[in-house]
């Protein structure tokens, strides 16, 4: 279902008029409101008139979490703080959240794009779906709740957690879509099978999955175990929240919405835009924000860019699954990896769930990379070999995937920390700094 | 003859060992014969017991890893060469024994042998022929 083939089916040319349009609009805007862009532009020796044509965006400077920090709270609206109707922020783990302010129109732009990513899962008026994001100063509750009104749908607003209620509720009010992290996902889906419900007699249709990254081989797994086709969502909170992309039912690549973001890849390293198709960051400036513009911000999420139509009909900018986080990217002996890569190595052993913690530690000098795994039935066996053989086999497979040799340490279900949120995945003991 | 035996994964981490166990005691579960296999990063333990479905369900139900599989109990003399003559006749037949615990039961003069080899049926058939006891479940609990 396209919810506007207007804005997801336009010609490239139209496209591309009407994105340089808005980005000259933008930075305008943001020149002229934000004392923080009006410094960095001036400093930089650009000015709003330098952008010509859609490739002058290179010229801009980029944003950084860092520079949304220091302007924390209100430092980067622009626009009187009369017109700012919700504000949200950003988790603030590492320091000072960011904060992202809302005028009347912006939170409309949510509801939009909001309403076409649902559509692709399959939402309309008849659905009943059940938002288990966060409700609150986290984007990803209210966002969906936007979308899904603006579709027509039904919304439950149950928000995070109680995992016993979530599942009556499932079954009670015949949800059709579920909106949660792909790791809770999974934690139902164990938890259904737990209490012996079959999926057959659930409604669900379609998941819409984000907020936190996932691989190929984890959506086969929800589908296989929740019966329903499974979506990737992309968004964050400096930017809009949820909504920024989205996957199509072809599941190849996420939807940019790039009539109101427009989105770069960039190498990390040396800041040089890189062409269609090449793995770097994504850098996306807002097209149409009016309470918060944003010129260029790093997201240091990695994936690539693809354009053309899709089987589906929409001719939206393509980003491909995020693989990595420019900042969570571990360099483990000089070698980079990142945590899906492990989790996509785990997922390919039957009979493992995809729960881990790696722990990085410098004993002598050289780094070591552990992996704990939890055990299940299907891996354990009442022979030392056997078990050490399952041992070798993933530490094999996670060689194969990475490049470096991991020691694996299987110990029993449950013990790993889960969270209904985002998991704590990754351990680093060599205190570099 | 064949009788279950009960595998439990251990973590190396203090007081799994002891959880396990607590389980079992608070499922009156009486334990026959017991092993345990220790790696440096994980233990295994077995277990002969009378429920062993029971105690199956209690440990899964505390998140231990459980299998059930099958070995065989034997009984041997207890005196010098009892298991030797049992082994032998294993190895004669050219059978792979993967581990084996022994218990000495205190009513009798018998010692028993839980074997676990990589052919039970041709093991089966070596001891028989060699007449060594093989002991039901019932037999071994009954001691």
């Known amino acids: 279902m396209i919810w506007n083939e207007k804005a997801e089916c336009m010609s490239v040319q139209e496209r591309e008029e009407l994105q340089l349009k808005r980005l000259q609009e933008v930075v305008k805007q943001a020149y002229n409101n934000v004392p923080y ?24 400077p980029f944003t950084s979490k860092s520079d949304l920090r220091d302007a924390y709270p209100f430092g980067m609206f622009a626009v009187h703080g009369d017109d700012i109707i919700e504000v949200h922020t950003s988790s603030g783990t590492t320091g000072k959240p960011t904060v992202s302010g809302y005028t009347e129109k912006d939170i409309d732009i949510w509801s939009e794009v909001m309403a076409r990513a649902l559509s692709m899962a399959g939402a309309t008026r008849k659905d009943v779906i059940q938002n288990c994001y966060g409700y609150g100063l986290f984007t990803g509750g209210l966002g969906v709740h936007y979308g ?37 996902a999974l934690y139902l889906a164990e938890v259904l099978e737990k209490e012996g419900i079959d999926t057959d007699d659930l409604k669900l249709k379609a998941g819409v999955f984000g907020a936190e990254m996932w691989t190929e081989e984890m959506r086969n797994e929800i589908e296989r175990r929740l019966n329903l086709s499974a979506l990737n969502i992309y968004g964050l909170t400096e930017i809009i929240g949820p909504g920024v992309a989205q996957e199509c039912e072809v599941k190849d690549g996420l939807h940019i919405f790039d009539d109101h973001f427009y989105p770069e890849i960039i190498d990390s390293t040396t800041l040089e835009t890189l062409p269609d198709g090449e793995k770097g960051e994504l850098v996306l400036t807002t097209l149409t924000r009016e309470g918060m513009p944003i010129i260029r911000f790093r997201t240091r999420d990695i994936t690539a860019l693809r354009r053309g139509e899709c089987d589906c009909g929409r001719t939206n900018i393509k980003m491909d699954r995020i693989t990595g986080r420019s900042d969570d990217m571990l360099k483990i002996r000089g070698v980079i990896v990142f945590p899906s890569q492990i989790e996509r190595a785990l997922l390919k052993i039957p009979g493992m769930e995809p729960v881990y913690q790696i722990v990085i530690t410098r004993p002598h000098q050289l780094d070591e990379l552990e992996v704990h795994v939890e055990t299940s039935p299907a891996l354990f066996s009442d022979e030392v070999k056997h078990v050490e053989q399952v041992k070798k086999s993933i530490e094999k497979q996670i060689h194969d995937e990475i490049g470096l040799r991991v020691n694996v340490n299987l110990v029993e279900p449950e013990s790993l920390p889960r969270s209904e949120g ?11 700094n | 003859m064949k009788i279950k035996q009960i595998s439990v994964f251990l973590e190396n981490r203090k007081g799994r ?12 579960v009486n334990i ?4 345990i296999a220790d790696t440096s990063e994980f233990g295994i333990l077995r277990m002969i017991v009378p429920e062993p479905d029971l105690a199956e369900e209690k440990l899964a139900e505390n998140n231990f890893v459980v299998k059930v599989n099958e070995v065989i109990a034997v009984e041997v003399s207890d005196e010098p060469g009892g298991l030797d003559a049992v082994l032998g006749l294993l190895n004669n037949a050219d059978v792979n024994v993967e581990y084996l615990y022994a218990f000495v039961e ?12 990589e052919d039970l049926d041709a093991s089966i058939k070596v001891l028989e022929e060699g007449g060594v006891t093989i002991l039901s479940a019932e037999e071994v609990n009954m001691l």
């Not at chain 1, 862009?37 to 801009?60: N, S």
């Not at chain 1, 016993?164 to 909106?179: A, S, Y």
């Not at chain 2, 060992?17 to 009156?28: D, E, Y």
């Open chain 2, 106 to 117: 205190k009513k009798t003069n018998k010692a028993i042998v839980v074997i676990r080899t």
């Open chain 1, 422 to 432: 985002k998991a704590v995945r990754v351990v680093d003991k060599r205190h570099l």
């Open chain 1, 37 to 60: 862009y009006r410094d960095r532009f001036d400093q930089e020796g650009v000015a709003p008139e330098d952008i010509q044509t859609l490739e002058d965006i290179q010229k801009l």
């Open chain 2, 17 to 28: 060992l002891w959880k396990a166990l607590n389980v079992l005691s608070n499922a009156g």
């Open chain 1, 148 to 184: 899904t009104q603006k579709v027509g749908a039904t919304v439950i607003p149950i928000s995070a957690g109680n995992t016993q209620r979530q599942i009556e509720i499932m079954q009670d009010f015949q949800t059709t879509i579920i909106t949660c992290t792909p790791s809770y």
């Open chain 2, 32 to 35: 026959r014969a017991l092993s």
